[in-house]
């Protein structure tokens, strides 16, 4: 009897480990896809064009040749544009980059509540996952100013930024989509405001006093308007993006970086609600996550990556406009997030307004 005892403790523990493992092999690591699992489906990809696009769908080769799946590229993201696949009920987009606040304000209706025994998110940063979304990579909003203009007195803060006086000059904003809560936040502070304890009414002041850079301030509408605009030098300080601007002093453009209060940007990877292969989805998102396709992201466009593990191959000047050293992490600003996902609405509307001209 105590043999048979001992045998059948030996098979239960026997059944546990080989749980155990089977558990272990089924839990996802990033980077990793099986081969030939996705051969016959197709993913459509969305972000916002440009170098930073290619460098995704280059970051995700990878998992092309391995899955075998067929990988579109579409965009730019259009929040509208989704919501009215959505609410059709014929969702083509499947994995959508977006910008920082769309997942936290539309978490679960338009954007799906993430699985996360799905993804591994081990080697994401902390702080950096939402409900619905995890980072797509790392950058900033920064202030680039022309030499020739300034030369001995340039700006050295988005206060500068807003004093026309005694920095005189065309200004150039980014008017691509949703407002930047962060610039709103800095106008508000230049208008001699606090960002404490901030209420809507402050939305108003942030925005009057963008307005006050006079009629002549340039409201891009892409990356690549911004960067063509200091390649030709038509804006004497310019609201960029780390990679765009980066694009354009390796073309030759004639800016510096003002990395003070730099806008700490995270673009969000998000699964719509309503996608027809979620598991295909989660596949691919898990694959981006990986260290090999972070770096490859980062060499392509000079985004940091958000594995913490991965070490890009990149020239000087590319390292020079990373966001992740110690320093450039001391200089950053992150905007309130909590603040402008309640206050979403009122200031899309408010800063389509400033857009309008009205």
Not at 7 to 34: R, S
Not at 111 to 136: H, M, R, T
Not at 199 to 214: A, F, M, Q, T, W
């Amino acid at each position: 009897m105590m043999g048979r005892f001992k045998v059948g403790i030996a098979a239960a523990l026997a059944t546990v480990l080989m749980t155990g493992a089977a558990a272990a092999q089924d839990k996802p690591v990033a980077g990793d896809v099986k081969e030939g699992s996705l051969k016959g489906k197709t993913l459509t990809f969305v972000s916002y064009g440009g170098i930073y696009q290619d460098g995704q769908i280059a970051a995700l080769k990878g998992f092309v040749d391995k899955s075998g799946v067929t990988l579109l590229s579409d965009g730019p993201t259009e929040i509208a544009k989704l919501q009215a696949q959505v609410e059709s009920g014929n969702v083509t987009w499947d994995i959508v980059d977006t910008s920082d606040l769309p997942p936290f304000v539309h978490c679960g209706t338009l954007f799906q509540k993430l699985d996360f025994s799905k993804l591994d998110v081990s080697k994401v940063p902390e702080n950096q996952i939402g409900e619905c979304s995890v980072p797509a990579m790392n950058y900033g909003v920064v202030l680039m100013y022309k030499n020739e203009t300034y030369k001995d007195n340039p700006p050295k803060s988005w206060k500068d930024f807003f004093d026309t006086e005694n920095f005189p000059g065309v200004r150039a904003i980014d008017g691509s989509g949703d407002p930047t809560g962060a610039l709103i936040e800095q106008g508000l502070i230049a208008d001699g405001g606090s960002i404490e304890n901030m209420k809507p009414e402050d939305i108003d002041r942030g925005i009057e006093k963008i307005r006050s850079l006079g009629p002549d301030t340039i409201y891009w509408k892409t990356g690549a308007e911004s960067q063509q605009l200091a390649e030709a030098g038509e804006a004497d300080m310019i609201m960029m993006w780390t990679g765009r601007a980066m694009a354009a002093v390796k073309n030759g453009a004639q800016y510096t970086p003002v990395w003070q209060d730099w806008m700490v940007v995270m673009d969000q990877m998000t699964i719509p609600v309503g996608v027809k292969d979620t598991e295909a989805a989660y596949a691919l998102l898990n694959y981006y996550l990986g260290k090999e396709a972070q770096e490859i992201l980062a060499k392509e466009t000079s985004y940091t990556p958000i594995h913490m593990d991965a070490k890009p191959d990149v020239d000087e000047v590319t390292k020079s406009f990373m966001t992740n050293t110690p320093e450039r992490i001391a200089q950053g600003y992150q905007q309130n997030i909590k603040f402008w996902v309640a206050n979403y609405e009122a200031a899309q509307e408010k800063w389509s307004a400033l857009l309008s001209g009205n």
